[in-house]
């Protein structure tokens, strides 16, 4: 399965929304977001420009890799359908079986 094409503005707002990384006080281009659960960090991720150009499916691929998706999960997260509580369990159903 393929990544859809989304535009870099929705891909942003879901992953602040949804994940709410945290940002950091840093002013910069790009910015970076650190997620944590249960107060320890288990990803950064680049939090893509506000642009609504649709966004290149290589740097998506590499988004989803960095939250730890697979492309379907990426696809969930931002049409819709996981939420981020649904996420973090994922996240945690993971860490139990490896």
Do not use: W
Not at 33 to 47: C, E, H
């Amino acid at each position: 399965m393929a990544i859809d094409d989304f535009t870099e503005k929705e891909i942003r707002q879901k992953i602040i929304n949804k994940l709410k990384p945290d940002l950091g006080g840093k002013r910069s281009k790009h910015k970076k977001g650190y997620i944590y659960l249960d107060g320890i960090l288990i990803g950064k991720v680049k939090i893509p420009n506000d642009h609504n150009r649709i966004m290149k499916e290589k740097k998506s691929q590499y988004i989803a890799k960095s939250l730890k998706l697979n492309d379907k999960d990426f696809n969930d997260l931002i049409n819709c359908p996981l939420t981020g509580n649904d996420y973090y369990r994922k996240f945690k159903k993971k860490q139990l079986i490896h």
